[in-house]
């Protein structure tokens, strides 16, 4: 069509209409960032002369994303939960915050609710033929080295077929399988004794991976096992750990991987008398420093829907 009309007084006029901008009635910040990313679609439809069928194309998209229920999985995919990760490193940064178990993303299959235990929790509920057992432990300390007694560990993984309880399209796994959350005692110490996990896929037919095949990219993550840590007086650490040795992880199509999220396996006996499914088990410590508030606030709190159940 090669026209340029974004500036026009008729677009202008309407992008400031359609997001009430100068209305009285509203939420003023949700009418600035829709006028912004309004505008910011407008103008991408100009520069790249994009077409009326792809603008259909684009809301029909839409519709499946939200019929698929992905729309979190997307965030991921297209790196919108590594930027924000970005920024609030960059934020650290820029107040002189050093230091502290590097965060990462929180994916979408979080369940809030799992039974807190002291010291120690066996979160293997359901059998898994496939999976060795393996023990995760670490001690949560502040920045000078100091155990922080009372912080809540809250642990999740996939199981062997790369499917979270909850969300597991097969109906195969109890809600709280490979779930659970640890309260420290004065020697800062957690741990949970569970199977080790493997990877995941997007589903094949679904919303995300229909765009990242448009995009000739793969929808693939290595085995990972994923962390909320609180503390009184510390700032929530949202964190998790890949599995060493997988040859996803420095291909994760949700950019989760850092240098200091890949804790040595070693192999261990003994798993007996710990009650796991055999007595060789592997073995991941997982050391947790969690760091001060920042002007007394908690900034790394993210309010966002998640899953929910009474245990």
């Known amino acids: 069509m090669n026209v340029k009309v974004f500036e026009t007084n008729e677009v202008q006029d309407l992008l400031t209409a359609a997001s009430n901008l100068a209305g009285k009635e509203g939420n003023a910040r949700f009418q600035q960032i829709a006028h912004r990313l309004l505008g910011d679609l407008f103008k991408a439809i100009d520069d790249l002369d994009i077409t009326p069928d792809e603008v259909w194309a684009g809301v029909s998209y839409l519709n499946k994303l939200g019929q698929d229920g992905e729309a979190a999985l997307l965030a991921a995919g297209i790196g919108l939960e590594k930027y924000l990760d970005i920024r609030l490193d960059a934020a650290d940064k820029a107040v002189g915050l050093e230091g502290g178990t590097p965060r990462t993303i929180e994916g979408p299959l ?61 109906g195969a796994q109890t809600e709280f399988n490979l779930r659970g959350a640890v309260r420290t005692g004065s020697d800062g110490k957690y741990e949970f004794r569970t199977l080790m996990p493997v990877g995941y896929g997007c589903p094949p037919h679904g919303a995300t991976q229909q765009l990242l095949n448009a995009l000739g990219r793969h929808g693939n993550r ?59 088990y592997q073995d991941i410590e997982f050391n947790l420093t969690l760091t001060p508030l920042v002007q007394g606030k908690d900034n790394q709190i993210v309010h966002r829907p998640r899953a929910s159940i009474a245990a």
Do not use: M
């Not at 609710?113 to 002291?118: S, V």
């Not at 393996?134 to 062997?160: M, Y």
């Not at 840590?229 to 929530?236: A, L, N």
């Open 110 to 170: 979080y369940v809030a609710g799992a039974p807190a235990r002291d010291g120690v929790s066996r979160i293997d509920i359901d059998p898994d033929a496939q999976a060795g057992p393996l023990v995760i432990r670490g001690t949560v300390t502040d920045l000078q080295g100091k155990p922080l007694a009372g912080a809540l560990v809250e642990c999740w993984h996939a199981n062997s077929k790369g499917f979270y309880s909850h969300f597991d399209p097969t």
């Open 222 to 280: 290595p085995a990972h096992v994923h962390f909320f840590v609180t503390s009184d007086d510390h700032r929530k650490l949202t964190t998790q750990f890949n599995i060493e040795g997988d040859p996803l992880i420095w291909d994760d199509f949700a950019y989760a991987t850092r240098e200091e999220l890949i804790p040595s396996v070693t192999e261990k006996t003994g798993g007996a008398a710990l009650g796991l499914k055999a007595d060789t």
